[in-house]
């Protein structure tokens, strides 16, 4: 079984691509949802061998798989070790599962998200595969959240229950997923993270003995191949920043992008370097406090972005094989 894991882990108020979006409709995906944490939390422990049984039954890849990977289960525990084990967990996610059931009783919004963003990911990439299954689960807060497996994407509902939720501020939590992170677990984050593990699928991010350059344009890459697959996502729930950190980068653009110029970065390959301006971080150290962190991914998409309205008829599978260089040298990008 085919695993890819997002830890956290999008029309935009700025004109994030160009040309007009195409009409999907007549792409046919058949999206249809299952609701794992509804039959897990009903389990009766009387009845428990019967109705789990039944549970494997109904989730063949994903049941045993959510009791030994998600829930970290032995396969060696008898079955009455198993039962006291789901039990004691659904006995502690009680109140989680209460919220999630609340917030997530019609399910169909985030379906049709996802939906759309497999019906464009055909449109631009003909021959992709993409599963047009949903499950939905509840795991352990500090746990896995979103999947991609061979045959339906899965949604950690723990991990979308809105920054505010109180599951989200605990010390041993933050732990595992601090603040700037776990802001992040909202609904509207789950078609972006389904679509996002799409494309790291399609395209793995293989590129540390880049330069700091070369791997801020192939984050825009995979950045630009977001906003075409979810069009109507705002760009901040895309890269991950909040609305206002989002608005500030574009208000500041010229002196973000100086912070690379001044300071030589583009062509470094120092990983210790490269480290404080791709990939999670609270902030860029450089630009203050209330900075977001992954900046060289918002500078590198905005690169793209440039190369490709200059570049209107290049397919986007084109564009994941044109060198980053070249991407930099013909952007001509200057804020």
């Not at 399910?107 to 449109?123: A, C, D, N, P, T």
């Not at 500090?142 to 010390?171: E, M, T």
């Not at 209107?312 to 991407?327: A, V």
Request: proline share 4%; with cysteine.
């Amino acid at each position: 079984m085919r695993l890819l894991f997002r830890f956290l882990f999008i029309v935009s108020f700025f004109c994030s691509c160009h040309g007009k979006n195409p009409d999907v409709s007549d792409i046919h995906v058949n999206m249809n949802t299952k609701r794992f944490e509804k039959d897990l939390f009903k389990l009766d422990s009387v009845q428990f061998e019967r109705q789990f049984s039944k549970l494997l039954i109904d989730y063949p890849e994903f049941g045993i798989n959510y009791l030994n990977t998600i829930l970290n289960a032995d396969p060696k525990w008898n079955i009455d070790t198993t039962k006291n084990y789901v039990i004691g967990f659904t006995s502690a996610y009680k109140l989680l599962f209460d919220t999630a059931k609340q917030i997530f009783s019609d399910f169909s919004k985030y379906e049709k998200e996802i939906k759309s963003g497999v019906q464009y990911l055909k449109y631009y990439f003909p021959k992709a595969q993409a599963p047009e299954k949903i499950i939905t689960y509840i795991g352990p807060l500090d746990g896995y959240g979103d999947i991609l497996s061979n045959d339906a994407f899965i949604i950690g509902l723990q991990h979308h229950l809105g920054a505010g939720a109180s599951f989200y501020k605990s010390s041993w939590l933050n732990e595992t997923y601090p603040n700037y992170i776990s802001r992040r677990f909202d609904p509207n984050t789950i078609s972006v993270n389904c679509m996002t593990n799409i494309i790291l699928d399609m395209f793995p991010e293989k590129f540390d003995e880049l330069t700091l350059a070369n791997q801020m344009i192939e984050k825009g890459k995979r950045l630009y191949l977001l906003s075409k697959f979810l069009p109507e996502k705002e760009e901040y729930w895309l890269i991950g920043y909040s609305k206002e950190q989002l608005e500030d980068c574009y208000k500041n653009e010229p002196m973000v992008w100086d912070l690379f110029i001044q300071n030589n970065l583009l062509q470094t390959v120092n990983y210790n370097l490269i480290k404080n301006y791709i990939g999670e971080s609270p902030k860029t150290q450089e630009l203050g406090e209330s900075s977001p962190g992954n900046i060289g991914s918002f500078v590198g998409w905005q690169i793209v972005k440039k190369y490709m309205n200059k570049n209107e008829k290049l397919s986007l599978s084109d564009l994941m094989k044109t060198n980053p260089d070249l991407i930099l040298e013909k952007a001509k990008y200057k804020p």
